[in-house]
């Protein structure tokens, strides 16, 4: 993680950045994936192509709107106790995966749960742990 006011890197639980005093996720000038400086009012990182979520804060800094970070715990636990039905992943917003969860779960009459339930938890502890593939929501907002 990079800090989005200076580009220094950061510790993935730091609260503050140790370089120039920032809340973690605070600031515009640079992408928090790849902490390269980023062009004012971008949408997503030239570099990378992360989303930036430039969009408007409250004034403690949080996002508010439509692109409000989803929490990491809630997205493993619904994927740990109800990944059988793609919980998590209709929280997160990838709809494909959550429909096909729920189609092999509904369409068996629960006979083949038992393989979306193993998906859903192997899915929930990888939220959980911060698997380099589960960082993300859908629209690239980063997990808190």
């Known amino acids: 993680m990079f800090c989005k006011n200076c580009g220094a890197q950061m510790n993935g639980n730091a609260a503050f950045c140790v370089t ?9 000038g ?5 902490g390269n400086a980023t062009a004012p009012g971008a949408a997503v990182c030239l570099n990378c192509g992360a989303a ?10 949080a996002f508010v709107g439509t692109d409000a970070p989803k929490s990491k715990t809630a997205a493993g ?13 209709f929280y997160l917003g ?4 959550a429909v096909a969860q729920l189609l092999i779960t509904v369409l068996s009459c629960f006979t083949l749960s038992v393989v979306s339930e193993i998906w859903g938890l192997v899915e929930g502890i990888m939220i959980l742990t ?3 593939n589960f960082t993300t929501d859908a629209k690239g907002v980063p997990l808190q």
């Open 20 to 28: 120039c005093g920032a809340a973690a996720g605070q600031g515009t």
């Open 30 to 34: 640079y992408c928090g994936n790849c």
């Open 52 to 61: 930036l979520a430039n969009g408007p804060t409250a004034p403690n800094g």
């Open 77 to 89: 636990v619904l994927g740990i106790l109800l990944g059988a039905f793609g919980a998590h992943n």
């Open 94 to 97: 990838y709809t494909g995966k």
């Open 130 to 132: 911060g698997s380099a």
